[in-house]
């Protein structure tokens, strides 16, 4: 799944550059979490499975809004304990003092590969390394300008109607002015009844731009089954630290289809 933020705008001005870098960059790796939230669950898609999301998403800072609207993500069950996933977004970006843009954003691949199945007295594990293409047009603030690669390790325990997950993993970012930096979050979540599921999330993230400081955010959320194959997600949070600059408000909004 994808939950989840994500990416690098180009520079008018120091201010504007750090506020952009930071909302989207945030809302990049949203579209690559488990869905409606930014951490990310190793239960791949069942073999010969598929999952469509639709969904809408956006952070608020003090520079503006950004987000997706829509992303499309694909799942499909490649293989036992094997999902190959792809997720379009198109991208707005709504400076405060600026022109409203949208476009094609930067589209991602992934593999999700389970590597522990979990028993009673051991979690779930996987990996779900990820690559986004710089297809979208980083001279209008819609894309990264250059490829980068998340290489993450996921886990996850149920007990009864209780479940949590978490993990964490290596941002490659080959931009311009863009570091290299560490994602971790961990999330746990209640099945409240035969539709509801509701949850909640905590992450960190390491420096991503120099100067600009580490950052930490939370999310409450859930997901509404209307039937087996018909699901509503829905999250919002905001950061913890860095608030201002990188996520005063943030939502997610989506649609699941699996079959």
Request: hydrophobic share 35%; glycine share 12%.
């Amino acid at each position: 799944m994808f939950n989840r933020l994500e990416k690098l705008r180009y520079e008018k001005s120091t201010v504007r550059y750090v506020a952009i870098v930071c909302g989207i960059e945030l809302l990049a790796q949203s579209a690559q979490a488990g869905a409606p939230f930014q951490t990310d669950d190793p239960e791949p898609t069942e073999y010969l499975h598929h999952e469509l999301y639709v969904a809408s998403e956006q952070t608020k800072t003090a520079d503006g809004s950004s987000g997706s609207r829509p992303l499309v993500e694909l799942n499909y069950g490649a293989a036992p304990d094997l999902q190959l996933s792809i997720g379009v977004p198109f991208e707005f970006d709504d400076a405060r003092h600026g022109p409203y843009r949208r476009g094609l954003g930067d589209i991602e691949l992934g593999a999700k590969y389970r590597i522990v199945q979990e028993s009673d007295s051991s979690p779930m594990v996987s990996i779900f390394p990820i690559v986004d293409l710089p297809t979208g047009d980083s001279d209008q603030g819609l894309g990264n300008g250059a490829s980068q690669f998340f290489l993450p390790i996921w886990f996850q325990k149920k007990w009864g109607n209780w479940q949590s997950y978490g993990g964490g993993g290596y941002w490659i970012n080959r931009a311009a002015g863009a570091k290299n930096h560490w994602f971790f979050g961990w999330q746990v979540q209640r099945r409240l009844s035969a539709r509801w599921t509701l949850g909640g999330e905590i992450y960190h993230e390491t420096e991503e731009v120099a100067g600009e400081g580490s950052s930490a955010g939370f999310n409450l959320g859930g997901s509404y089954d209307l039937d087996a194959r018909n699901h509503l997600l829905f999250s919002a949070g905001r950061g913890l630290t860095n608030i201002s600059a990188m996520n005063q408000l943030s939502s997610y909004v989506g649609y699941l289809l699996t079959w």
